[in-house]
Structures are given as structure tokens and as C-alpha cells.
């Protein structure tokens, strides 16, 4: 017989993410977060709404199925939740509704970090800052939104509202409706601004027709309409720019 001290029963093998958390902390101090990449970035993230287990599989999960960060933080609750990845074991995990309550905070801090040079500065005269405003808020929503800047006699911000939502493609705008909320704020001026789902920035006919029935509505009470602007994400179409204003 063998001495049992003398043939151990084999260790079972670890799970290879095990300390892979301090690792990438680690390496996020020595380098700096912008050295990682970004399924690492957003690892760093998760791991504090989910304090255990692997998460690396459904951090590049989610970059797959959305394409990129800003795709990621710009997901509604129910497409966070239903993506999946295998776990260190090969089970299904996907995101809670607290991990996902989490990444979309990170879309509404980047818009209002963002609205902080619209805010403060004319808007006419910040246009990078107004273009950069506006991709955040718009760029990857997956319903179509209308949104009026509200402008006072110096071109400053006064209010930015969400006027309709539509399905992927038809959001129901009433030029009355537009004008009416400028007299009431006081604005002299307004920015429209709304988005493409289907990424094409592109105007349509029914945009160039319902623009140019709020730019008529508008002159009759001095209100100008400085701009439409279209977000998809293959970019920004500015009507003035494309000479449809």
C-alpha cells in the first residue's frame, strides 16, 4: 500500500480570474485608465455593482452586441438586460437591473458634463461643444426623440427639451406646439435637434416639411430657428449647412 502523505489528492485547479481584479486595478494605477482598452475599462466598472465572479465575458459581450462604450451607456434597460455571456463554468450571466441602472447613469453624467460648456458659453459660438451635446444625448437612442433648444436674445441656453418621442421612425412634432414653448420660456430663437435610429443622419422629406412649417410659425412671432439637426451615428446632418434653412 502507498502512504497517502505520499500521493496527495490533486489540487483543483483555480478559476483563472481569480485575482485577475487586484491585476487590472493594479496595472489601471501604474498605467492609467486611458492605456486600458475598452472591454477593460468597462470591466473596472462592473466590478463594483457586481463584486464577485468573472466579469470580463459579459464586458466584451456587451461591446459586441452594441459596438462600442458610447453604444454601451446609450442602451435602454431591456437591452442591457438581455445580453448574455458564459461565465469561468459555461453558465448564461447577463446584467441585473442594478448593473444596468449603473451603466445608464454613466449616459446622463456624460450629457450633463457635456451641457456644461452649452450651458454657459452661446451656443451659436460653441458649435463643437453643441455637436458633441447633442451625439451623447441622441446618438444611440433606439427610438426616434425631437428635442428644442430654447435660445434668449444672446444665443445662451435657456432650456432643453425632449417635445416627442416616436418609434424607430416617426416622431410626431406640432410646430404650434414648438412656438407656443418659446413664448413661454421667452425665447427668442430655437435649435431643433432630433435623431435617426436607423444611423442615417440624413433629413427626410417629413423633417424638411415639418422644419420649414415651424421656420414659417416661428417669423410671424420673431422667433428664428438657427438650425435642425439630425444625429445618427454615421454623424450630424445640419440643415443650414446642407442649405435647408
Request: aromatic share 4%; hydrophobic share 40%; glycine share 8%.
Amino acid at each position: 500500500m502507498h502512504d497517502g502523505a505520499l500521493f496527495p489528492e490533486p489540487l483543483e485547479a483555480k478559476p483563472h480570474h481569480l485575482g485577475h481584479r487586484e491585476r487590472l486595478r493594479e496595472r489601471a494605477v501604474r498605467g492609467g485608465l486611458s492605456a486600458l482598452p475598452d472591454y477593460e475599462l468597462l470591466e473596472l466598472f462592473l466590478f463594483r455593482s457586481q463584486p464577485q465572479g468573472d466579469v470580463k465575458p459579459i464586458a466584451k459581450a456587451l461591446l459586441t452586441r452594441f459596438g462600442s462604450l458610447s453604444g454601451v451607456i446609450g442602451a435602454s434597460l431591456p437591452e442591457l438586460t438581455s445580453v448574455k455571456a458564459e461565465d469561468s463554468r459555461g453558465r448564461a450571466k447577463g446584467l441585473g437591473r442594478e448593473t444596468a441602472l449603473d451603466l445608464m447613469s454613466l449616459q446622463e453624467l456624460s450629457r450633463r458634463v457635456l451641457a456644461d460648456p452649452v450651458r454657459r458659453r452661446t451656443v451659436i459660438s460653441s458649435w463643437a461643444a453643441l455637436l458633441d451635446y447633442v451625439r451623447v444625448a441622441l446618438q444611440h437612442e433606439s427610438r426616434e426623440q425631437f428635442r428644442v433648444l430654447f435660445l434668449d436674445k444672446k444665443n445662451q441656453l435657456i432650456a432643453d427639451e425632449v417635445m416627442g418621442h416616436g418609434t424607430v421612425d416617426h416622431a410626431p412634432v406640432y410646430p404650434r406646439e414648438v412656438i407656443k414653448r418659446s413664448l413661454e420660456l421667452s425665447a427668442c430663437a430655437v435649435i431643433l435637434v432630433h435623431n435617426h435610429p436607423s444611423g442615417d443622419p440624413t433629413p427626410s422629406q417629413a423633417d424638411i416639411d415639418m422644419t420649414r412649417q415651424v421656420v414659417e410659425a416661428g417669423r410671424v412671432l420673431k422667433i428664428v430657428v438657427h438650425d435642425h439637426l439630425v444625429v445618427g451615428s454615421q454623424g450630424v446632418a445640419s440643415f443650414r449647412n446642407l442649405g435647408l434653412i
